[in-house]
């Protein structure tokens, strides 16, 4: 399979819901799903590129329905993938865990940050400082910005009803980042595996409700 079949299977699902795409369009990019491969962090253009076995594959995706955005990804392997980059995977799913799970009414935004940072550091994986979660809501992209890394107790306290994309993107190496020669695909500076994992989240009281919910 392509990565731009991929698109295809995309666009065919967002036709069935009745939504359209978040991504198509903005800021130029050319296609409904972002698709990266190993080492390419986030904001891969599908196109002629055949996944192999082995491969580790981001599949970003955000829509629109009814005047509100969702945003989500997550990150998968092709066939019998390596142990480090299983390891990665599943800390990545962790860390976005972790962080779902800090998430509450009276909490500070920093606790979310440092919940992630907190749980992929540990794992022996860095954290990408240069691309960040966000609010969502009539707009994709909204405030606050949400970074994956920072002190628990900072930042703007968290009220009922904000809507917060929390998406951390974790590296084999190094955190810095390099974009590609298309101006669109972000990479590990180093070319380390990276992997991202993203949900749409609600505050409710004690805890998140989960509006994106990824397996």
């Not at 962090?41 to 629109?64: M, N, Q, W, Y």
């Not at 002190?151 to 809507?163: A, V, Y």
Request: glycine residues 12%; negative net charge; charged residues 20%.
């Amino acid at each position: 399979m392509t990565t731009g079949e991929l698109d295809v299977i995309a666009v065919r699902e967002l036709e069935r819901y009745g939504a359209t795409s978040s991504f198509l369009g903005y800021r130029g990019f050319p296609a409904s799903l972002c698709v990266s491969v190993n080492d390419e962090l986030v904001h891969g253009i599908p196109g002629k590129r055949v996944l192999c076995e082995g491969d580790i594959v981001s599949l970003d995706f955000a829509a629109a329905k009814d005047g509100f955005h969702g945003d989500a990804a997550l990150t998968i392997g092709v066939g019998k993938i390596s142990s480090q980059a299983q390891s990665l995977i599943e800390a990545t799913k962790g860390a976005l865990d972790a962080g779902i799970a800090a998430a509450c009414s009276g909490a500070h935004l920093g606790d979310i940050s440092a919940a992630i940072q907190s749980f992929a550091e540990a794992r022996g994986f860095s954290v990408v400082r240069e691309y960040v979660g966000h609010g969502i809501g009539r707009e994709m992209h909204e405030d606050p910005q949400v970074p994956n890394f920072g002190s628990p107790g900072r930042g703007p306290l968290l009220q009922r009803g904000m809507t917060l994309a929390l998406e951390p993107m974790l590296n084999v190496g190094g955190w810095r980042t390099k974009v590609g020669d298309d101006h669109w695909t972000v990479k590990t500076a180093d070319g380390s595996l990276c992997a991202h994992f993203e949900n749409t989240i609600a505050i409710i009281n004690d805890k998140a409700e989960i509006l994106t919910k990824v397996d």
